[in-house]
Nanobody, 127 residues
């Protein structure tokens, strides 16, 4: 079992920055993929960024060049550095993790059957 706890959300003006954190507890050595997903009111959940155990990453087109996903030294903490935030980035952001491989990071971005999910952290960007 893996437990995920997100933090770092908040309210910011357009153009600002936030860094989200996701602390992983439990059998973290088994994790292959970790990622950030978001869901805005009335919209479907979408993949934002994922990283695999080899460090390969994939990003949604809407955040490329603005967001960076990375892990802490022990890979027990996942981060999402968000710069140049836009009002359309407003959403609940979720951290996810899974032990299974067998797909590319690009495929993992569009996969929503992750075994483990955090409780979410709200990001609100005002214009």
């Amino acid at each position: 079992q893996v437990q995920l706890v997100e933090s770092g959300g908040g309210s910011v003006q357009a153009g600002g920055s936030l860094r989200l954190s996701c602390a992983a507890y439990g059998y973290t050595y088994s994790v292959y993929f970790m990622g950030w997903f978001r869901q805005a009111p009335g919209k479907e959940r979408e993949g934002v960024a994922v990283i695999d155990s080899d460090g390969s990453t994939s990003y949604a087109d809407s955040v490329k060049g603005r967001f960076t996903i990375f892990q802490g030294g022990a890979k027990n903490t996942l981060y999402l550095q968000m710069n140049s935030l836009k009002p359309e980035d407003t959403a609940m952001y979720y951290c996810a993790a899974d032990e299974r491989g067998g797909m590319t990071a690009i495929q993992a971005l569009g996969f929503f059957g992750y075994h483990y999910w955090g409780q979410g952290t709200q990001v609100t960007v005002s214009s």
